[in-house]
């Protein structure tokens, strides 16, 4: 069942659609956010370090001290996180978007309903099967393809932590984030009180496109960037990013993380295991 955000001021039409920001039930939703968000940055960096002592020769990056983790992780939640997630849950009502049930739940000490993560992850499973039997079907079709699926890998429990830490801080960003508030754009445009279905995959898209265009500097730094990279990059995440939205839009943006999660444990710790490379 699709579960829908109640906007705290839709029992009055003078006030419908424009919540009061100081709603206590989502300040904590946002600190809660932020927190893991927070939380997020610091679990992805064994993983970006991983990758930095690897790098292909010529390229480098700076090293990561403790010190400089915890202000990196603070300078991105505060800069990123925070002012995404505080327009995303305030640009909520008219969107028909669930927001953060399962945190909204708990600060209203209302049933939350945990099955809806759950089955995020499940589907986020799947998503991650899809898009590695793709990706060993493209090492065929050119070497730039086959250089990236064939760099080596971190170990499991950095690419774990790079999971959870991408799937929260990633659908903050964008899910929350950007197709929430495109969405919410594209109702007003449009002087409707709920969207269309074409204005929910355009925001999704936008989103997802969005996404995938992200990964394009660490692609960057392990093979060389040409038309056929950019297309499997930018393709293959915004395609993964298109069912991360749809799980967002039937069950909330704990369940979106949960997806992300479980497809990036099938790529960065299930597929390395199971199918080496080097």
């Given at each position: ?147 990236i699926v064939e760099v080596d890998a971190p170990s499991w429990w950095r690419g774990l932590l790079a999971s959870f830490g991408a799937g ?92 992300h999660m479980a497809t990036d444990v099938v790529l960065h710790v299930i597929v390395p295991a199971v199918a080496p490379t080097g």
């Amino acid at each position: 069942m699709e579960t829908r955000f109640e906007d705290p001021g839709a029992s009055d039409p003078a006030t419908a659609g424009r919540p009061d920001p100081r709603d206590p039930v989502r300040v904590r939703t946002l600190w809660a956010l932020v927190g893991l968000a927070f939380l997020a940055d610091l679990a992805t960096l064994p993983y970006i370090d991983s990758i930095r002592r690897d790098l292909p020769s010529g390229a480098t990056l700076p090293e990561i001290g403790l010190r400089t983790a915890f202000f990196t992780a603070a300078f991105d939640t505060l800069i990123l996180a925070l002012p995404i997630a505080w327009f995303g849950l305030l640009f909520l009502p008219k969107t028909g978007l669930p927001g953060a049930p399962q945190l909204r739940a708990l600060f209203t000490r209302t049933p939350a309903n945990p099955g809806a993560v759950a089955r995020g992850f499940l589907q986020g499973t799947a998503i991650g099967v899809a898009v590695a039997l793709t990706l060993a079907g493209l090492e065929v079709v050119g070497p730039e393809i086959k250089a990236i699926v064939e760099v080596d890998a971190p170990s499991w429990w950095r690419g774990l932590l790079a999971s959870f830490g991408a799937g929260v801080r990633e659908e903050i960003w964008f899910r929350l984030g950007v197709m929430t508030i495109a969405l919410r754009t594209l109702v007003e445009i449009g002087k409707r009180d709920s969207p269309a279905t074409w204005m929910f995959w355009t925001a999704n898209a936008i989103a997802a496109v969005l996404f995938g265009a992200i990964h394009l500097p660490q692609a960057k730094m392990l093979v060389e960037v040409t038309p056929a990279v950019v297309a499997m990059v930018v393709g293959g995440n915004a395609i993964a990013g298109l069912g991360f939205g749809w799980v967002y839009k039937k069950s909330g943006i704990e369940a979106a993380m949960a997806a992300h999660m479980a497809t990036d444990v099938v790529l960065h710790v299930i597929v390395p295991a199971v199918a080496p490379t080097g």
